[in-house]
């Protein structure tokens, strides 16, 4: 599966932004796809993932309440509606696909876009 992410840019503390991963090729079997994000000095870490038959979603603790995944089957998309952004929030935004069930785990993640930029200031 080829993954594209788009979205990102520059926004203000306490702003939104939605995040967009496109995903072509063979999705038949797709288990799940994750939004990871890795900020400079720091390593990767679990955004949230969301399963793509059945929709079910996970969130780390650090974006509960204010990150929402969602997906769109038709189009092959995942979305990540990101609210309420703070500093912290600054990375580098990935998606993957995985087609294990095990979707916790950034190791299982065989497919990976090419990140997107995310820049939230004070």
């Known amino acids: 599966v080829q993954l594209q992410a788009s979205g990102g840019g520059l926004v203000q503390t306490g702003g939104s932004l939605r995040l967009s991963c496109a995903a072509r090729?063979?999705?038949?079997?797709?288990?799940?796809v994750g939004w990871f994000r890795q900020a400079p000095g720091k390593e990767r870490e679990i955004v949230g993932t969301?399963?793509?038959?059945?929709?079910?979603?996970y969130y780390a603790d650090s974006v509960k309440g204010r990150f929402t995944i969602s997906r769109d089957n038709a189009k092959n998309t995942v979305y990540l509606q990101m609210n309420s952004l703070k500093p912290e929030d600054t990375a580098v935004y990935y998606c993957?696909?995985?087609?294990?069930?095990?979707?916790?785990?950034?190791?299982?993640?065989?497919?990976w876009g090419q990140g997107t930029q995310v820049t939230v200031s004070s």
């Open positions: 993957a696909a995985t087609d294990s069930d095990n979707y916790y785990s950034a190791e299982m993640y065989a497919d």
């Open positions: 969301i399963t793509w038959m059945r929709g079910r979603t």
């Open positions: 090729g063979h999705t038949r079997n797709l288990y799940a």
